[in-house]
């Protein structure tokens, strides 16, 4: 299948790259003409501008957006849209916030242009591990674009299978890395709530890190100090612990690096989805202390840094590049 890719950054250049070696055919633009130009280098088809991007788009054209939430993408969305004709699709796959999603969907189908949103996690490791997708829109508009999203998803993998799932007809998409969600908005809220639960998870191990680093404080009796190798420990427990995980495994890559992590700041930033997630627990009644709790953790780093903040850094940079360095 042909495809637009528009926003050639992190993940938006990599998958391109991901589909292409899948046989998928990819026309991109980017306002970094030098992000284009490598991309070309891969064996994308180059578009200077978006009226460029149509004219070799296929029919009907596939667009998928690679852009910032908010306005950029909402510009984006609506530049498309303005030379779309009826049964044209576009898909953004950044970090939107759902009820854009369906405020944009009945925009575009006065058009009969499609739209589809994917939730997409797999930072930057994703043109090797794969990505996966939690997408909401049209069900047969979803099922017609599965080469793309089936090129883009890890696969099974060496993942065992849940007992009783093969037997029990579930769809198979789920085993394979990505499902439909549901309709317009819903795969960005599972995303959303997939981030709040990152969240979460995250502050529990920089929480517990920081307080083994802390065992050797003077503030302890003596024989009460253990000065802890960090670095084994979240070794040894990547191998066979009830908590490992793939962001326990960028902690133990980055502690092995850099033991006291003093190329990060501390300073931890959030991309908003831990703040919607929230906001949508208010408005359902649902308790989230775990998750409120994280957000405001990050919010605090910003003030005063504490080491955990520096293992939240450090994980952040290990699955999606963000970069919160020391000024």
Known sequence: ???????????????????????????????????????????????????????????????????PHGEITDGMVEQIAAGSAAGDIVIDGGNSFYKDDIRRAKTLAEKGVHYVDVGTS????????GYCMMIGGPEQVVRDLDPIFSALAPGMGTIPRTRGRAESGADARAENGYIHAGPAGAGHFVKMVHNGIEYG????????????????????????RYDLNLSDIAEVWRRGS?????????????????????????????????????????????????????LFARYRSRVEHTFGEKVLSAMRFGFGGHVEMPQ
Do not use: C
């Open 1 to 67: 299948m042909r495809l637009v890719m528009i926003g050639l950054g992190r993940m938006g250049g990599n998958m391109a790259r991901r589909l292409m070696k899948a046989g998928h055919e990819i026309v991109a633009y980017d306002r970094d003409a030098q992000a284009v130009e490598k991309l070309v280098a891969d064996g994308a088809i180059a578009a200077t501008s978006v009226d460029d991007a149509r004219a070799k788009a296929g029919t009907p054209a596939i667009w998928w957006v690679m852009l």
């Open 242 to 294: 009830v908590i490992s995980s793939w962001l326990l495994d960028l902690t133990a890559d980055a502690l092995t690096t850099d033991g006291k992590l003093e190329k990060f700041s501390g300073n931890v930033a959030d991309s908003g989805e831990g703040q919607w997630t929230i906001e949508a627990a208010m408005e359902e009644a649902v308790p989230a202390n775990v998750l409120t709790t994280a």
């Open 201 to 224: 998870l995250m502050q529990a191990y920089a929480e517990g890190f920081d307080i083994l680093k802390g065992k050797v404080s003077e503030r302890l009796p003596e024989d009460q």
């Open 122 to 129: 797999g930072g930057v490791w994703g043109l090797e591990r």
